[in-house]
Structures are given as structure tokens and as C-alpha cells.
């Protein structure tokens, strides 16, 4: 990033905390026994700092104890350990999972796969704002569906889906709820154990952690659920993850959460605001541009919006200096209009003429105006260049 240039790309990735990375430094130049290597005093020194990382991310989440937190590299590995856990160890109750349609490709795709191995996958729609219709899903379920996979927010839209009565109406008709929840935490109050959830999976870069490190939470039931691991070896993260775990990362994501838990309100409400002058700006400078998803049911830092007639690369590509995205980084290398706005019902041609700004922790104010300035110039002028084009 040069020195003038505005990083609102905040849901693809954030910048390590200084707190956070100050947090971890110990645990790479003087705590870095193996964890597991409890023979001598530096390993268990170093375990018990995993311990005390699990249990304060337990604490954070509003899990009963740390034995219901797993780590993983991440949400996408978290996210795999669950969807193809159930699906092994549930076969004897039934072979149905229902999704909807706009989850994180590290949902969907995991699950098309069970698709082609002979489970039967049901992907419930979504309204204009991008969220379920909860009779929809209640008409969805059957005797034989084993899991229901709902994401808690949108990393496009930032709409957030409502979990709770998602998983009150599975729990009712025997399925379990698992909830991608790498975009809600840190930016929603969340308690896992209010919220009913079975599986819920997170990811440290999406908080101000490193990349490289996650977290996954398997609710204690009599009896447990004994997911198969994706992940062979020596039997780490009772043996559901094996390989010498991220002592640094987990005491980063910690602290992390840690620190968003202590912000979230003042932050949230902070957020908000910046995102609704910048909507606000935007909206006034120009005609014809929408936003998309919920205004109400929305993360505090996220907006998507589309600019009619201009389209989104050609947008991305004059704002060299502003760093937004045009759907999810994990799609925006296909030139397809993002599945996620057309499953909401935005036509092709405006869904290619978005942009998402996601905000966060280090974003100002001032930040916020340049950059709605420079969108409102550059498409200004790039609605005029097509004018002229078109009318010689
Ligand atoms: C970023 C993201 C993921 C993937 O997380 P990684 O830790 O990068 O694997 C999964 N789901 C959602 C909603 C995300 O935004």
C-alpha cells in the first residue's frame, strides 16, 4: 500500500493489530516449544499458553469451556472439518443437507462435492435483501436432513441471516445448525451458546489476527459428535486436526477477540456511521446508484453498490488508489456477475456494475470522504466516456 492509498477491502482481509501482533511475538522467539512436547518445562510452557488461548476464545464466544474450540489454518478448513465431518458421521440418520444459496464458496463447494458422492442438497433462495425466508426453510427440512448450513453474514453484502430462529427451527425438526461465521464475529455481539448453534467456524484474518489461523466450535452433546478429521497424524486438537498447532496464531486470535469484544459496541456504532456518510455521499453525488442487500439487517462496516451503466472492472481499474473489490475475493477473478447479487434478484448488467467497500478498525473519517469522491468522479466520467461513445 503507498502512503495516499485507502484500504477498504476490510472483509477480504485486515491488517494485524499492533496489540494482536505484540501479543503473539513471544510465542516465536521464546515460547516456541512444540505444544505437545510436554517432557520438558518449554513445552508445557507452551501448551498451557494454547490452553489459555482456547479458553479465552471460548470465554469471548460464550462457549461452556474450551474443549468446544478447535483450531484449524482458518474458516475454509474449519468450514471442510464440518461439512464433510457430518456428512460421514451422520450417514446412518440420513443423507439431506439444506444450504442457502449466497454462503461462502468454502461452504458451497464443499457441499456440491457431497452432491456428486450421492447427498442430496437442497440451496434455499434468498429476497432482494439477501436473506432466507424461515418458512421457506422450515418447508425445506425432512425426516432425513442431517444439517442445516447457514452463514451468520454475507462477506459480499454484509447482510446477516437470522441464525437463531434458523437453528430453533432445524433443532426442532432433528437436524443440527452449522454457521460460517467468519464476517459476523468481531461485528456482531455474539453468544454461541444463546444463538444454538451446533458447529460455528471463524477466522483470525477476518479480526485482525494473521491469516493462517482459525477457529472451529463443536457444541458438547451426549452424546458428542465425533467428527472423522480431514487432517491425519498424530492426533493434535483431540485428533481432529492433527499437526503441531499455531501456538503464535492461537494467541494472536485470542487477543483479537479479546480486543473486538471490547470495542464492538463503541466500534460498531463508529462503523456505521462512516458507512452510512459514506452511502450518503456517494448517493448524492450521483444518479442512479443503489445499494445492495439490507439496510437493516446489515454488518456495521460493509456496503455494496451498484452504479448503473459503469461497469465494476472498469470502475476497479481507475481507482488504482482505492483498494474495494467487485464481489468476494474469492470470485472476483471470474468475470461473472456476482452469483451472490444475482441469487438476490439484481440483473446481470448491474450486478457487473458494483463495487463492495468494506470498512474497518483502522478506516477514518477522512479516508471515507476521499474515497467517496474519487468513486463519484471516476464515475462521472466514466458514464461521460460512454456517452460519447455511444453517440458517435
Ligand atoms: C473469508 C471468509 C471465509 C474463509 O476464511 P479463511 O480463513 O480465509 O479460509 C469463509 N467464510 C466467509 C464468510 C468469509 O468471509
Same mark, same amino acid.
Given at each position: 500500500?503507498?502512503?495516499?492509498?485507502?484500504?477498504?477491502?476490510?472483509?477480504?482481509?485486515?491488517?494485524?493489530?499492533?496489540?494482536?501482533?505484540?501479543?503473539?511475538?513471544?510465542?516465536?522467539?521464546?515460547?516456541?516449544?512444540?505444544?505437545?512436547?510436554?517432557?520438558?518445562?518449554?513445552?508445557?510452557?507452551?501448551?498451557?499458553?494454547?490452553?489459555?488461548?482456547? $479458553?479465552?476464545?471460548?470465554?469471548?464466544?460464550?462457549?461452556? $469451556?474450551?474443549?468446544?474450540?478447535?483450531?484449524?489454518?482458518?474458516?475454509?478448513?474449519?468450514?471442510?472439518?464440518?461439512?464433510?465431518?457430518?456428512?460421514?458421521?451422520?450417514?446412518?440418520?440420513?443423507?439431506?443437507?439444506?444450504?442457502?444459496?449466497?454462503?461462502?464458496?468454502?461452504?458451497?463447494?464443499?457441499?456440491?462435492?457431497?452432491?456428486?458422492?450421492?447427498?442430496?442438497?437442497?440451496?434455499?433462495?434468498?429476497?432482494?435483501?439477501?436473506?432466507?425466508?424461515?418458512?421457506?426453510?422450515?418447508?425445506?427440512?425432512?425426516?432425513?436432513?442431517?444439517?442445516?448450513?447457514?452463514?451468520?453474514?454475507?462477506?459480499?453484502?454484509?447482510?446477516?441471516?437470522?441464525?437463531?430462529?434458523?437453528?430453533?427451527?432445524?433443532?426442532?425438526?432433528?437436524?443440527?445448525?452449522?454457521?460460517?461465521?467468519?464476517?459476523?464475529?468481531?461485528?456482531?455481539?455474539?453468544?454461541?451458546?444463546?444463538?444454538?448453534?451446533?458447529?460455528?467456524?471463524?477466522?483470525?484474518?477476518?479480526?485482525?489476527?494473521?491469516?493462517?489461523?482459525?477457529?472451529?466450535?463443536?457444541?458438547?452433546?451426549?452424546?458428542?459428535?465425533?467428527?472423522?478429521?480431514?487432517?491425519?497424524?498424530?492426533?493434535?486438537?483431540?485428533?481432529?486436526?492433527?499437526?503441531?498447532?499455531?501456538?503464535?496464531?492461537?494467541?494472536?486470535?485470542?487477543?483479537?477477540?479479546?480486543?473486538?469484544?471490547?470495542?464492538?459496541?463503541?466500534?460498531?456504532?463508529?462503523?456505521?456511521?462512516?458507512?452510512?456518510?459514506?452511502?450518503?455521499?456517494?448517493?448524492?453525488?450521483?444518479?442512479?446508484?443503489?445499494?445492495?442487500?439490507?439496510?437493516?439487517?446489515?454488518?456495521?462496516?460493509?456496503?455494496?453498490?451498484?452504479?448503473?451503466?459503469?461497469?465494476?472492472?472498469?470502475?476497479?481499474? $481507475?481507482?488504482?488508489?482505492?483498494?474495494?473489490?467487485?464481489?468476494?475475493?474469492?470470485?472476483?477473478?471470474?468475470?461473472?456477475?456476482?452469483?451472490?447479487?444475482?441469487?438476490?434478484?439484481?440483473?446481470?448488467?448491474?450486478?457487473?456494475? $458494483?463495487?463492495?467497500?468494506?470498512?474497518?478498525?483502522?478506516?477514518?473519517?477522512?479516508?471515507?470522504?476521499?474515497?467517496?469522491?474519487?468513486?463519484?468522479?471516476?464515475?462521472?466520467?466514466?458514464?461521460?466516456?460512454?456517452?460519447?461513445?455511444?453517440?458517435?
Amino acid at each position: 500500500m503507498k502512503r495516499d492509498d485507502i484500504y477498504l477491502d476490510y472483509n477480504a482481509s485486515t491488517p494485524c493489530d499492533p496489540r494482536v501482533v505484540e501479543a503473539m511475538l513471544p510465542y516465536l522467539t521464546q515460547t516456541y516449544a512444540n505444544p505437545s512436547s510436554r517432557q520438558h518445562q518449554h513445552g508445557r510452557e507452551a501448551y498451557a499458553a494454547l490452553e489459555e488461548a482456547r $479458553s479465552t476464545i471460548a470465554r469471548t464466544l460464550g462457549c461452556r $469451556s474450551g474443549t468446544e474450540i478447535f483450531f484449524t489454518s482458518g474458516a475454509t478448513e474449519a468450514n471442510n472439518i464440518v461439512l464433510s465431518g457430518v456428512a460421514q458421521a451422520m450417514t446412518h440418520r440420513g443423507r439431506h443437507i439444506v444450504t442457502q444459496i449466497t454462503e461462502h464458496p468454502s461452504v458451497l463447494e464443499p457441499l456440491r462435492h457431497l452432491q456428486r458422492i450421492g447427498w442430496e442438497l437442497t440451496e434455499i433462495g434468498v429476497d432482494r435483501d439477501g436473506r432466507i425466508r424461515l418458512d421457506e426453510l422450515e418447508a425445506s427440512l425432512r425426516d432425513d436432513t442431517v444439517l442445516v448450513s447457514l452463514m451468520l453474514a454475507n462477506n459480499e453484502t454484509g447482510t446477516v441471516q437470522p441464525v437463531l430462529d434458523a437453528s430453533r427451527i432445524s433443532h426442532r425438526k432433528g437436524a443440527m445448525l452449522h454457521c460460517d461465521a467468519a464476517q459476523g464475529v468481531g461485528k456482531l455481539a455474539l453468544d454461541i451458546d444463546r444463538l444454538d448453534v451446533d458447529f460455528l467456524t471463524l477466522s483470525g484474518h477476518k479480526v485482525y489476527a494473521p491469516k493462517g489461523i482459525g477457529a472451529l466450535f463443536i457444541r458438547r452433546t451426549k452424546p458428542p459428535v465425533r467428527l472423522p478429521p480431514l487432517i491425519r497424524g498424530g492426533g493434535h486438537e483431540g485428533g481432529l486436526r492433527s499437526g503441531t498447532p499455531n501456538l503464535a496464531g492461537a494467541v494472536a486470535l485470542a487477543r483479537a477477540l479479546e480486543i473486538s469484544g471490547q470495542e464492538l459496541t463503541a466500534e460498531s456504532r463508529r462503523l456505521a456511521e462512516l458507512r452510512d456518510h459514506l452511502e450518503t455521499h456517494v448517493t448524492s453525488g450521483i444518479e442512479d446508484c443503489t445499494i445492495n442487500g439490507s439496510t437493516e439487517h446489515r454488518l456495521p462496516g460493509t456496503s455494496n453498490l451498484s452504479f448503473a451503466g459503469v461497469d465494476g472492472n472498469a470502475l476497479l481499474a $481507475s481507482l488504482p488508489d482505492v483498494a474495494v473489490s467487485t464481489g468476494s475475493a474469492c470470485t472476483s477473478t471470474h468475470a461473472e456477475a456476482s452469483p451472490v447479487l444475482r441469487a438476490m434478484g439484481v440483473p446481470a448488467l448491474l450486478a457487473k456494475a $458494483s463495487l463492495r467497500l468494506s470498512l474497518g478498525r483502522f478506516t477514518t473519517a477522512d479516508e471515507v470522504d476521499r474515497a467517496a469522491d474519487r468513486i463519484v468522479a471516476e464515475v462521472i466520467r466514466l458514464r461521460s466516456l460512454k456517452r460519447r461513445f455511444q453517440s458517435t
